[in-house]
């Protein structure tokens, strides 16, 4: 079974993800609402793949992606954004989102 953080600022949004991913029969470890508990839920869990927002406010995705990749470059994270600016697509893609 495949194993998944969802981190985001907003609740909802997170409670969302975390019903329609228990649908799909995919184990969710572990919830987050910044990019700092993005890093401890990955250092606690190892979950197969993070769902992480970008844009949120303290600890935004990009410090949560970029700590993660210290500790595993492999991980696969997968970055959740409304924010389509091409400035924020470089940062994501230097970053290998």
Same mark, same amino acid.
């Given at each position: $079974?495949?194993?998944?953080?969802?981190?985001?600022?907003d609740r909802?949004t997170v409670?969302?993800?975390?019903?329609?991913?228990?649908i799909?029969?995919?184990?969710v470890l572990g919830r987050g609402?910044?990019?700092k508990?993005? @890093?401890?839920?990955?250092k606690?869990h190892?979950?197969?793949?993070?769902l992480?927002d970008v $844009?949120?406010?303290?600890?935004d995705g990009?410090?949560?992606l970029?700590?993660i990749r210290?500790l595993?470059?492999?991980?696969?994270?997968? $970055? @959740?954004?409304?924010?389509l600016?091409s400035?924020?697509?470089k940062?994501?893609v230097?970053l290998?989102?």
């Open positions: $079974m495949t194993s998944v953080i969802v981190v985001d600022d909802d409670e969302v993800f975390c019903e329609y991913l228990a799909k029969d995919i184990k609402y910044d990019g508990s993005a @890093v401890e839920l990955y606690q190892k979950p197969d793949v993070v992480l $844009m949120m406010p303290d600890y990009f410090y949560g970029e700590q210290k595993d470059p492999a991980a696969k994270i997968i $970055m @959740v954004t409304a924010d600016t400035d924020t697509e940062k994501l230097e290998k989102a």
